[in-house]
């Protein structure tokens, strides 16, 4: 079964040009392309013969090691947070006094390493609040 016409027929691209480039200006638009959202170089060409903008993508280097230990802390949370629902469910299952207190200082250190890690969260973004003010 062959493939149905596009709608668009004025919108094809359907006349090939040929150009030929050197290899420093073949890197630089490879880099060009690289740094941006665009996929192929000829689209990098037809931007840039269309005087349509090129968007460049910059990622700050700096903050991907803060971003690391964020994430880390985020997993920590969520498995902390995990463990304060089963004791929870524990507890509402228990009916004994003994092991109802058990499950209660059992949460109540859960609950401090939660202190500690937004902690360090706060300390984390303090220092990113300095770094964003000095700019």
Known sequence: ?????????????SHPIIVRVTAAEFKRLDDLRKDSDVK?????????????KIKILHQDVSISKPMEEMALIRKELRSIGININQITRSFNQDHSEVKRAFYSLKAAEQYTKVGAKVEELLVMISKFAEQWLQK
């Open 40 to 52: 192929t170089i000829g689209d990098i060409i037809r931007n840039i013969l269309s005087n349509r």
């Open 1 to 13: 079964m062959p493939r149905s016409k596009a709608k668009d027929q004025g919108g094809l691209l």
